[in-house]
């Protein structure tokens, strides 16, 4: 995910050189990566209910393993961002999305267990990983587009969080978890969701008008705005209740859908 969103702004900045592409796919794909075992490790309780399937739980990986993972990932992590030939301002913006992976995912703040406030972060770092793609073609500047462009891939992320908290509720009410389904009910998290369901609609249809991206971003934003709202009218249906997790698997396609047709529709 990291990576293609990152790609996307590099894309957009008009900028399609190889070595380019994989240096800034690559560092914001690892960055992203490294929440992935700080999760499995706090949420270790709520997987044996939701996931049982995840590392800890299935004793795919030890604690002790789990632990010296993430030492190595964030001694990796700065190591690249230090070594990296990156302009000053995208250095900056991997700083800041290797940050926000720390508060998402681990105490003492760990934002995943905090209501709207996980949907936010994840929102945050993902338009953080799409700047930096660009900025690190463009370095100081900016471009109408991206305003638009950002609040499209935020809103994706956070529709799909929301959707997953009130898919996994009865395991994070086990777990101590509080996230927002639990703070504020099950259908208003779902209004909150098709609200930002709609707005991912409206700046899709909106960037394709002002900016100068073609056809190609206009058949699989298209695409992916069909996909948005039929998961969302489907999953209205009964709150997630009979296919679980199926669910957020259909609300998360868009995550993946619009970054591409960015690249695609810069070409």
Request: hydrophobic letters at 50%.
């Given at each position: 995910?990291?990576?293609?969103?990152?790609?996307?702004?590099?894309?957009?900045?008009?900028?399609?050189?190889?070595?380019?592409?994989?240096?800034?796919?690559?560092?914001?794909?690892?960055?992203?990566?490294?929440?992935?075992?700080?999760?499995?490790?706090?949420?270790?309780?709520?997987?044996?209910?939701?996931?049982?399937?995840?590392?800890?739980?299935?004793?795919?990986?030890?604690?002790?393993?789990?632990?010296?993972?993430?030492?190595?990932?964030?001694?990796?992590?700065?190591?690249l961002i230090l070594i990296l030939p990156l302009n000053v301002l995208t250095r900056i913006l991997a700083t800041i999305f290797l940050v926000i992976?720390?508060?998402?995912?681990?105490?003492?703040?760990?934002?995943?267990a905090r209501g709207i406030l996980a949907s936010i972060t994840i929102a945050i770092a993902f338009i953080i990983a799409f700047l930096g793609g660009?900025?690190?073609?463009?370095?100081?500047?900016?471009?109408?587009?991206?305003?638009?462009?950002?609040?499209?891939?935020?809103?994706?992320?956070?529709?799909?969080?929301?959707?997953?908290?009130?898919?996994?509720?009865?395991?994070?009410?086990?777990?101590?978890?509080?996230?927002?389904?639990?703070?504020?009910?099950?259908?208003?998290?779902?209004?909150?969701?098709?609200?930002?369901?709609?707005?991912?609609?409206?700046?899709?249809?909106?960037?394709?008008?002002?900016?100068?991206?073609?056809?190609?971003?206009?058949?699989?934003?298209?695409?992916?705005?069909?996909?948005?709202?039929?998961?969302?009218?489907?999953?209205?249906?009964?709150?997630?209740?009979?296919?679980?997790?199926?669910?957020?698997?259909?609300?998360?396609?868009?995550?993946?859908?619009?970054?591409?047709?960015?690249?695609?529709?810069?070409?």
């Open positions: 995910m990291g990576f293609i969103t990152s790609v996307a702004g590099v894309s957009l900045a008009g900028m399609f050189n190889l070595a380019l592409i994989l240096k800034i796919g690559l560092l914001f794909w690892f960055l992203h990566s490294i929440a992935h075992p700080i999760n499995d490790h706090i949420d270790r309780e709520s997987d044996k209910i939701g996931r049982p399937n995840a590392p800890i739980p299935a004793k795919l990986v030890t604690l002790r393993q789990v632990k010296v993972i993430i030492l190595l990932d964030y001694i990796i992590a700065v190591l992976t720390f508060i998402f995912s681990a105490p003492p703040i760990h934002t995943n660009w900025t690190e073609v463009v370095g100081k500047g900016f471009e109408v587009l991206l305003i638009p462009l950002s609040f499209l891939i935020g809103s994706t992320h956070i529709m799909a969080k929301i959707v997953v908290d009130i898919v996994d509720i009865d395991s994070d009410k086990r777990s101590g978890r509080n996230t927002l389904p639990m703070q504020i009910g099950i259908k208003r998290s779902f209004y909150i969701a098709t609200v930002f369901g709609l707005l991912i609609v409206f700046m899709y249809l909106l960037t394709y008008f002002i900016g100068n991206l073609n056809i190609i971003y206009l058949f699989l934003g298209g695409i992916g705005s069909v996909i948005t709202l039929i998961g969302l009218f489907r999953f209205r249906e009964d709150y997630g209740r009979e296919l679980g997790r199926e669910y957020y698997k259909i609300v998360t396609l868009p995550t993946y859908i619009f970054p591409i047709a960015i690249i695609l529709g810069s070409v």
